[in-house]
């Protein structure tokens, strides 16, 4: 991937209902590459499992944020989920399938795996202050966006 087409973000409140929100904003920005119905859905998902991750595990006592840094290019996508938050102890423990620090609430532990099965690449980052950062990216199987003349509507 060369430079950004375009690029977003935003900030938002740590909390379950901004789960739904971030998934289908993140989606909604990176349509007009044109990526497939298939490249959209695996987006969603691992975007969910990202925010999800900060929601449940960066602020346990209080309410956080959460900053969603998107780079589109034209032939895939770079999403930055950050927190502030507690961060983690260990990366590579928590990485592993099943893996959970919350049992008792039945949390089955797949987050980074579900991430993993369905971006091209997933990193995880220790942020300088605090808390963590998940690198997503997707690159799209066809470069549709260049063939369409550019995907944005004049």
Not at 75 to 89: C, L, N, P, Q
Not at 94 to 120: C, H, I, L, Q
Request: glycine share 6%.
């Amino acid at each position: 991937m060369k430079q950004p087409i375009n690029e977003m973000e935003i900030t938002f409140k740590a909390i379950s209902v901004n789960e739904s929100f971030a998934r289908a904003c993140v989606a909604a920005f990176c349509v007009q590459a044109e990526p497939s119905l298939d490249e959209i859905t695996d987006i969603k998902t691992a975007v969910s499992e990202a925010v999800t991750n900060s929601v449940v595990h960066a602020y346990p006592k209080k309410i956080g944020n959460v900053t969603i840094t998107v780079h589109l290019f034209e032939d895939g996508v770079s999403i930055w989920v950050a927190d502030k938050g507690i961060g983690i102890t260990n990366i590579e423990k928590a990485r592993e399938p099943f893996y959970t620090t919350k049992p008792n609430e039945e949390r089955s532990g797949m987050g980074f795996t579900v991430m993993e099965s369905f971006m091209d690449n997933t990193e995880v980052f220790v942020n300088e202050n605090k808390g963590l950062t998940v690198k997503l990216e997707k690159f799209f199987k066809r470069n549709q966006f260049a063939a369409s003349g550019g995907g944005f509507n004049a």
